[in-house]
């Protein structure tokens, strides 16, 4: 039954991921023309992407007891990288997101979805999460129109960090719970 919540959950999340990457770099935050207006559009996606992850990883950690540590460390990594990518954007002339936009719609929509199905899917939902977020930094990479200092940034900084994240989520998951519970009067 677990695997086929998080399976029917994956195909949520895959979903939801493709159409929230369809309409990546629409909504900028920038309110100034600049000479890299693509650079800044693909950072400041990247970048509502990370905001969504400090969401999502928030939501988790109020949910996991002994995960929420480890969890935090995970979170803290991605206000990082939003800063990071703040910067970036700042140092092209434009201006961050201050919200995930439909990043966070969806990080809501998997809150919800966690509430039904327990703590299992929201670990699923951060799995998945990370693993989309790898698959942005590397499609990124991939940008003819992405400055090669933003291209640095993520190639040296933020995708090997990313690359962690999803390992970690997945230790996560196959930890034991705990002992198991004992019926009363044994």
Not at 40 to 53: C, I, K, M, P, Y
Not at 84 to 99: D, E
Not at 101 to 130: H, P, Q, S, V, Y
């Amino acid at each position: 039954m677990r695997s086929s919540l998080l399976l029917a959950l994956g195909s949520y999340v895959a979903l939801g991921t493709l159409f929230l990457v369809s309409g990546c770099g629409r909504e900028t935050g920038s309110s100034i023309q600049s000479a890299t207006p693509k650079s800044v559009d693909r950072l400041n996606s990247l970048a509502r992407g990370e905001l969504a992850a400090l969401e999502t990883y928030r939501q988790a950690i109020a949910k996991e007891g002994s995960a929420a540590l480890r969890l935090g460390d995970l979170r803290r990594e991605h206000e990082e990288a939003s800063t990071q990518l703040a910067a970036r954007v700042r140092s092209l002339g434009g201006t961050p997101p201050t919200s995930a936009g439909a990043w966070g719609d969806f990080a809501k929509a998997l809150e919800g979805t966690a509430k039904i199905f327990g703590n299992d899917a929201a670990m699923g939902a951060l799995r998945a999460g990370e693993e989309q977020g790898t698959r942005s930094y590397e499609s990124a990479l991939e940008d003819a129109d992405l400055d090669a200092g933003s291209k640095d940034l993520i190639r040296n900084t933020l995708l090997p960090r990313q690359r962690t994240h999803a390992a970690a989520v997945q230790v996560l998951i196959d930890a034991p719970a705990g002992p198991p519970a004992t019926a009363p009067g044994r």
